[in-house]
């Protein structure tokens, strides 16, 4: 089982070049933990993920134009997988350290820190 991630996770692109923390609205809370906990949901671009530092793929029309590493701009289509099979908060599972999404230009997305220590597994 995984932990739960809490606002202020870190995450890592594959394609990036620097992690970013996800960003998620106070309105989660989930018994045990402090925080704003995520759910599979939270995947919208520049809300709950932010840029990492440049873009290094060659599917970004930006980065092959350009024949160098870009800004990032994530561009995320589809929800967190698989999600926490227990710990569901607004009718959706719960993110969990083990989550994964994929960005439109190649790179995948995960947790690198679920920011919240050892405590609240899922």
């Not at 089982?1 to 996770?9: C, H, I, N, P, S």
């Not at 998620?24 to 906990?37: E, F, S, T």
């Not at 530092?53 to 350009?66: D, E, H, R």
């Not at 710990?87 to 083990?98: E, F, I, K, R, S």
């Given at each position: 089982?995984?932990?739960?991630?809490?606002?202020?996770?870190t995450?890592?692109?594959?394609?990036?070049?620097?992690?970013?923390?996800?960003?998620?609205?106070?309105?989660?809370?989930?018994?045990?933990?402090?925080?704003?906990?995520?759910?599979?949901?939270?995947?919208?671009?520049?809300v709950?993920?932010?840029?990492?530092?440049?873009?290094?793929?060659?599917?970004?029309?930006?980065?092959?134009?350009?024949?160098?590493?870009?800004?990032?701009?994530?561009?995320?289509?589809?929800?967190?997988?698989?999600?926490?099979?227990?710990?569901?908060?607004?009718?959706?599972?719960?993110?969990?350290?083990?989550?994964?999404?994929?960005?439109?230009?190649?790179?995948?997305?995960?947790?690198?820190?679920?920011?919240?220590?050892?405590?609240?597994?899922?």
């Open positions: 089982m995984g932990k739960l991630v809490v606002a202020g996770a995450l890592k692109c594959s394609m990036g070049s620097s992690t970013s923390a996800l960003g998620v609205l106070p309105d989660n809370k989930a018994a045990g933990v402090n925080q704003a906990v995520a759910t599979i949901q939270d995947y919208k671009p520049g709950n993920v932010k840029p990492f530092g440049l873009c290094t793929s060659p599917s970004n029309p930006q980065v092959a134009a350009a024949k160098s590493p870009q800004p990032c701009l994530p561009v995320v289509t589809s929800p967190w997988t698989p999600g926490s099979p227990s710990v569901n908060l607004a009718n959706q599972p719960a993110l969990t350290d083990g989550s994964k999404c994929s960005c439109q230009w190649g790179g995948t997305i995960e947790v690198g820190e679920a920011g919240q220590g050892s405590a609240n597994t899922a």
